[in-house]
């Protein structure tokens, strides 16, 4: 299963300061993502791990490969390329209703940050 996260909502998920700095909360965030290839998420085995950035948080990882983790840059929206690259065999971690919507129209399934959170927490 390909993981797509959409970054800028997960790390929004939680309260933690993010907003003083956008780039290094998504530096951050795309870290923690590394240990993901080959974990158990909502009852599938994550394989790929896609996350895209947008504004600000591009700065924080370059476009392309991070330690087991592809990086995409949104050039406008983030939610335009995510919905873009959501598909069968993608799990999209999002609270965003109407990207949800989008995503699952495509065939993709869609889960919330809190059970991601919980698994890099755990």
Do not use: K
């Amino acid at each position: 299963m390909l993981l797509l996260v959409d970054a800028a909502n997960v790390v929004g998920s939680r309260p933690d300061g993010w907003w003083r700095d956008r780039a290094r909360a998504a530096a951050r965030l795309v870290a923690r993502l590394e240990v993901l290839p080959g974990a158990l998420l909502d009852g599938e085995v994550v394989g790929e791990v896609v996350a895209v950035l947008e504004g600000a948080a591009r700065a924080g990882v370059p476009e392309g490969p991070s330690g087991g983790v592809q990086v995409r840059h949104a050039p406008g929206s983030g939610d335009d390329l995510l919905a873009e690259l959501a598909g069968r065999g993608v799990l999209l971690v999002t609270a965003d209703r109407e990207l949800r919507s989008r995503a699952e129209a495509r065939g993709a399934r869609v889960t919330g940050p809190r059970g991601l959170w919980q698994l890099l927490d755990g």
